[in-house]
């Protein structure tokens, strides 16, 4: 008795101290531990769970067992934009590391259904793919790895012995350092000596943007599938190197939760996966419970998570013949914190992370043969789909093709060139320009699940977006194609599409807008000071051979506008700039066209080098600023200030001519020095949310329509959260009418356009119809869910207004142009607010006349 009120006294005195455990509270016991092995708290200087570890300690430790380990390799799979090392360690018995190339070469054939019948998946070693803390700010399974690298290199027995003879174990210990190591720093500097479990505790509120995101803010738990950022196109290359079996996702939510893993909500599951996917999560479920119960954790499963989102961690496997599993642990999001179910510490979330490592690799040995047979009966399966195959390029940007087939070809999805001119629903592809993906082949299911547009659901809640249909995001032309097309070349290398300087001239140059880096090309003229003009008219311009058709939003660099600049340098920097950017320049010979507006003409309007100011900081949706400022920085090369709202308040903003307010709250924004500022000659852009805050202050005079209330009488109290949530548009496509000739819509050919939507922001018909460029469609739906009500509110009303406030312009957009980097298809309408903004004629205006 004595014994277990001491113990009990040592265990409360840790949680109000320094959170102090000894190993026996995380390790199994009653095995031994190869003394050559440092425990965490031997290299570390302290107890795992004391302290939130730095991710150079991380590195560290990691590398020093793999050095002193022989069931440990390490390699390095990538670098973050802020240059922290992406480890991947490889382990498994010293006789299996002696042999693995040929082990994920064998395990890579059950992939590939012309291989994979002749394999023995009895004595083949399962692929389990360990990864931890994507959101740098959910750190239990960070530091939770330490414990399984140590565990599984040091501990001796015959239960290691059989799961390190029978698996290959791929640990990546935290797939978002950058985020990791600003949320860790925070934590252990305001960690005080006696642990502050208040949730007020300046410590368990992190400043603005915290440790969720990567370098840039986004949410790296969705680019797998579209692949933009240097962590995510690294783990993903690693991915289908192993192609693994099960992919674990350790998470952290809300303090007062509990413990979650899959199967999340089965009617949310994506229709795609196969039904067996489910029950093989139920099994594995079972080893999670047990663990979980021998410790006392509260848990849950098959609630608030689903697996539909083809593009999160969790899900991503699921299309790839793994088993995908979401860990969500309450999180203590400091060293302690008060919650309902009494204070939680820092190493009790961390425990529960590494107690269901564990659970998980007893799983994957007791279940090794069906899933070997699960991923190879996936990829032996074929297509029943209607379509055949799905063809795409064109159009008039090689760029954004370019990208598509990157993005394809990394998840060795197979692309072909079209093998003559195809017409398909009325649209010509042409051979060298158009490409072919087969449903015939083993990534099926997966290019389903990229180009398909679905619009009814099974259930109407969604954890994340309901489309993300790849062509739609890139606004390039395709087509389904129900009988299958001879394929010409299966596409072994994709060259970027290097433009080039088409003549000679002593007059000038233009080149069009289409080219999805024209921006970043005429942002690096005007910053070595070249003046550029824009065409607002077509015209027909002469250049050596020939004349060619020019339109809306043609760029001019002459002579005449630039008689102090050296153009001996010009044509130099031209072949630079079409060879980086896939530009062609064509080299005029006059000024005087045959059709249409000369180059001297006043419909040629002067361009003005941005210079950007956007609001950050409290109140400002990270996520959101941070697509602008990743597409800002590293697509148009433009440098982006960055400035808190209490910061704008009281500085100048004489020195910017754009203004960009991103989702978010505002009502701490000084609106007089706004109004001053715009009345002055600047260029505001709001998105989104946003586009509340300049309506309200009178600087766009556009209306929001108010949603109709529910007027129903009676509902069950139990349908309620279901309800209300079903009612938002949390990510779905739509289509509107987009006018070329407008200046935001320079650049585009077509009149329709797939717009990204996640929000409940529509606005009347404004009764200029001259100021709305972009208008939805009367069927808007393109993919996704959406309510009756919410397309009914959205049907012929505006997604793009831009007015004129005194001698400047108010652009609201209600959609997001820049969705995760991967919406490539609307960043011009964007970058046309940027560099276009000023050149709007005035037509309605805002608050004031000019």
């Not at 943007?209 to 995510?232: A, C, I, K, V």
């Not at 400022?629 to 004489?654: C, G, K």
Request: proline share 5%.
């Amino acid at each position: 008795m004595r014994k277990r009120l001491a113990a009990f006294l040592f265990f409360m005195l840790v949680q109000t101290a320094f959170a102090q455990v000894p190993n026996s509270y995380y390790l199994p016991q009653n095995i031994s531990y190869d003394p050559k092995i440092p425990t965490p708290q031997q290299y570390l200087g302290y107890q795992v769970g004391d302290w939130h570890i730095q991710h150079e300690q991380l590195l560290g430790y990691m590398k020093k067992v793999a050095e002193l380990s022989d069931r440990v390799e390490v390699s390095e799979y990538g670098r973050t934009y802020e240059n922290r090392q992406l480890l991947l360690l490889t382990i498994s018995s010293p006789k299996n590391l002696a042999n693995v190339d040929k082990i994920k070469a064998d395990h890579h054939k059950l992939v590939e259904p012309d291989k994979s019948s002749s394999l023995d998946t009895k004595n083949m070693p399962i692929v389990v793919w360990m990864g931890y803390s994507v959101h740098g700010n959910e750190a239990s399974g960070t530091n939770a790895s330490v414990l399984a690298l140590y565990y599984l290199a040091a501990a001796q027995g015959a239960e290691i012995d059989s799961i390190l003879n029978e698996s290959v174990i791929l640990l990546d210990p935290r797939i978002n350092p950058d985020g990791g190591e600003r949320f860790s720093s925070w934590v252990n500097a305001n960690k005080s000596n006696n642990l502050v479990s208040d949730p007020n505790s300046r410590e368990l509120n992190e400043m603005w943007p915290g440790g969720r995101f990567n370098h840039y803010w986004f949410d790296l738990n969705r680019d797998w599938l579209y692949t933009q950022h240097p962590e995510s196109k690294g783990r993903i290359q690693k991915f289908h190197e192993w192609k693994p079996n099960i992919l674990t996702d350790h998470h952290e939510m809300g303090p007062n939760s509990s413990f979650f893993f899959q199967p999340g909500i089965p009617a949310r599951t994506h229709p795609l996966t196969p039904k067996k996917n489910i029950d093989i999560t139920e099994l594995i479920g079972k080893f999670h419970a047990t663990a979980l119960d021998k410790i006392g954790s509260l848990y849950f499963t098959k609630e608030g998570y689903d697996d539909f989102y083809y593009g999160k961690g969790s899900t991503f496997p699921d299309v790839q013949g793994s088993i995908g599993i979401l860990f969500e642990q309450a999180s203590s999001r400091g060293h302690l914190q008060e919650t309902q179910n009494g204070n939680m510490s820092f190493a009790f979330t961390v425990r529960n992370q590494f107690v269901t490592t564990l659970s998980t690799l007893r799983a994957a040995k007791a279940l090794r043969q069906d899933l070997l047979d699960y991923q190879r009966s996936f990829y032996q399966e074929k297509s029943t789909s209607a379509t055949k195959a799905f063809v795409f390029g064109g159009g008039n940007d090689k760029v954004k093709v370019w990208e598509m087939i990157n993005i394809l070809r990394q998840h060795e999805i197979d692309v072909f060139n079209v093998s003559k001119d195809e017409v398909l629903d009325g649209k010509t592809f042409k051979k060298g320009e158009a490409f072919v993906v087969p449903l015939s082949q083993p990534q099926y299911r997966l290019v389903q699940g990229i180009f398909e547009k679905r619009t009814t659901f099974e259930d109407s809640l969604f954890y994340d977006i309901s489309a993300w249909s790849m062509p739609h995001c890139f606004n390039v032309p395709y087509s389904e194609a129900k009988i299958a097309l001879t394929l010409g070349d299966k596409l072994t290398k994709n060259d970027f599409p290097k433009g080039k300087i088409i003549g000679n001239t002593t007059y000038g140059y233009v080149f069009e807008w289409d080219g999805y880096f024209a921006p970043r090309a005429a942002y690096e003229l005007q910053k070595k000071g070249y003046k550029l003009k824009v065409s607002t008219e077509p015209f027909t311009g002469v250049f050596e051979g020939g004349t060619k058709n020019f339109s809306y939003g043609t760029v001019e660099v002459t002579f005449g506008s630039n008689q102090q600049a050296d153009f001996a340098a010009l044509k130099t920097l031209l072949q630079t700039l079409a060879e980086r950017d896939g530009i062609d320049f064509y080299a005029l010979q006059t000024g005087l066209t045959p059709s249409g507006i000369d180059l001297g003409s006043s419909y040629f309007a002067a361009m003005r080098q941005p210079k950007v100011l956007m609001l950050t900081g409290a109140g400002v949706n990270p996520n959101d600023a941070g697509e602008i400022w990743h597409l800002l920085d590293t697509r148009v090369n433009i440098p982006l200030t960055m400035s808190e709202i209490t910061q704008v308040n009281r500085m100048s903003l004489e020195k910017y001519n754009t203004l960009i307010l991103s989702s978010g709250d505002y009502s701490t924004l000084n609106e007089e020095k706004i109004k001053t500022w715009v009345r002055n000659g600047g260029t505001l852009i709001t998105l989104t949310d946003a586009v509340e805050w300049a309506v309200a202050k009178g600087l766009s005079p556009v209306k929001i329509k108010t949603i109709p209330a529910d007027t129903a009488s009676f509902k069950p109290y139990a349908l309620a959260e279901r309800y209300k949530g079903a009612q938002q548009t949390s990510g779905a496509i739509f289509q509107v009418k987009l006018d070329p000739t407008h200046p935001i819509g320079y650049g585009y050919k077509d009149q329709t356009l797939s717009v990204f939507r996640d929000n409940n922001i529509y606005l009347e018909k404004i009764k200029d119809p001259y100021n709305a460029p972009l208008i939805y469609t009367n069927e808007p739906l393109v993919s996704g869910y959406v309510t009756e009500r919410n397309k009914k509110l959205m049907k012929n009303t505006p997604s793009v207004v831009a007015t004129s406030f005194g001698a400047g312009k108010v652009i609201v957009m209600t959609d997001n142009p820049n969705f995760r980097a991967f919406w490539y298809g609307t960043n011009k309408l964007f970058l046309n607010a940027i560099f276009f903004g000023s050149t709007i004629l005035s037509g309605v205006r805002g608050g004031e006349e000019d």
